[in-house]
């Protein structure tokens, strides 16, 4: 492990989002290598994704819902800072959720407060907008909306920025009201705007960056091997969103994101529909550009520390030419052919490791069940019991070992073969 001071607090690197912007790869790869950066100092505190996904569930006010069998999160943040101000043998530790960006002032005072006496940095990735917004609305889908892009897009860009669809979105994505959240606590020096590249750029380089900034060597971890979030194309994007409109509203969430955001959007609808990912419209770009300038200067005025370049938070790629528009059924029903295949091959899958565990279990319980029977009545005879010492006994022998003296024969009435196994079981009790 990396030389750390001794005693002092380690300095924590609180990624508090945003959404949509790398987030998903830097922790895949942060997890995969917990071992690695331990001993390079750097502590992911929880041990568990989990366990950072709780907090912020914790942090936001959420409450399960009540049939949720999902472990709660009530306490959590408390008990992860703790955990983090408790560690002695690290440098660094890095806590990291991009929905943390959506708490208030006074949740973000209360954090910083909570991490005392370590020194807290907040990080914040930023995307450009023209790959943000389609991203986002697939994200929405993921997680139960319904309504098309051009709609969707509508709530956002027009409407009020507090209402509908837009609430979220701005929360955690307008930048100088996130950041100036922070900063009202930690020093605007200590904010940092972390750009994620293009898509020409190599893979690497927004990893590369990240460590830079915790201060870690960024060859610990193979960024070829890190899991992003799944990219759907938008035929895929508007497949998922018919059979949202088809889900009963009085499913509960919990089992929602179980079965149709873990299963269907994130394991078997990509790669099933036509490539190519949701493109802004040609009419959304002026807005996105101006938008763009917007979120650049405010991070300029507000002096936080740049961590890329914020020129990739201005649009680049290309525009939807105006005329086209939403995949049509035929797009649709050849992605669906293709999604039930996926889902035959995945309960085809799950099939054959049921049936592997139904085996293994009854052959676990063939196997105990004469074993049982054997120690079920040797605490009840102690004629079985005799026959049970004489088989280890043999059995002991046989592999050239002395058996101990074997003990004094139980007596043949009924009480003294009820009391000769409890004799020997408080036997063994005793000498633990």
Not at 73 to 93: C, F, M, N, P, Q
Not at 150 to 156: F, G, P, Q
């Amino acid at each position: 492990m990396a030389e750390v001071s001794g005693g002092s607090p380690p300095v924590v690197y609180l990624h508090v989002g945003a959404p949509k912007s790398g987030t998903t790869f830097l922790q895949g790869l942060l997890w995969k290598n917990a071992d690695a950066l331990s001993e390079a100092g750097v502590l992911l505190p929880g041990g568990s994704f989990d366990a950072h996904v709780r907090a912020a569930r914790d942090l936001r006010g959420m409450k399960p819902e009540p049939d949720d069998p999902g472990p709660g999160w009530d306490g959590a943040w408390d008990e992860l800072a703790e955990v983090v101000k408790a560690s002695s043998g690290h440098r660094a530790a890095v806590i990291s959720n991009e929905v943390i960006c959506a708490v208030d002032e006074e949740v973000a005072g209360r954090v910083v407060r909570s991490l005392a006496p370590c020194e807290v940095h907040v990080v914040y990735s930023a995307r450009d907008l023209a790959g943000l917004l389609p991203s986002e609305w697939q994200e929405y889908v993921k997680h139960r909306f319904h309504y098309g892009f051009d709609h969707w897009l509508d709530e956002v860009v027009d409407g009020p920025r507090d209402a509908g669809a837009a609430g979220w979105f701005w929360r955690v994505h307008d930048v100088s009201d996130v950041l100036g959240r922070w900063a009202r606590h930690v020093p605007p020096e200590r904010v940092h705007v972390l750009t994620v590249p293009g898509p020409d750029a190599p893979r690497e380089l927004l990893w590369e960056r990240f460590a830079g900034l915790v201060g870690f060597d960024p060859s610990v971890a193979d960024p070829s091997e890190a899991r992003a979030n799944a990219s759907l194309s938008w035929t895929e994007t508007e497949l998922l969103r018919r059979v949202n409109a088809a889900v009963d509203e009085d499913v509960p969430m919990w089992l929602y994101h179980r079965l149709v955001t873990d299963v269907l959007a994130l394991t078997v609808l990509p790669g099933r529909g036509e490539p190519g990912r949701v493109p802004l419209p040609a009419e959304r770009r002026a807005w996105a550009e101006a938008e763009s300038h917007e979120r650049v200067d405010a991070i300029r005025a507000g002096g936080y520390d740049v961590v890329g370049d914020l020129e990739e938070l201005r649009p680049r790629g290309p525009a939807r030419p105006p005329a086209s528009g939403a995949p049509g059924d035929p797009d649709l029903l050849d992605a669906a052919a293709h999604t039930i295949l996926g889902l035959l091959d995945r309960v085809s899958v799950l099939t054959e490791e049921l049936t592997e565990l139904q085996r293994e279990r009854r052959e676990q319980h063939e196997t105990a069940l004469p074993k049982l029977m054997a120690r079920h009545l040797s605490e009840r005879s102690g004629a079985v019991w005799k026959m049970r010492v004489g088989y280890w006994h043999l059995v002991e022998r046989l592999k050239g070992i002395e058996p101990p003296p074997e003990p004094e024969p139980a007596a043949d009435d009924d009480d003294d073969e009820a009391d000769a196994p409890g004799a020997v079981l408080s036997s063994r009790a005793s000498q633990r």
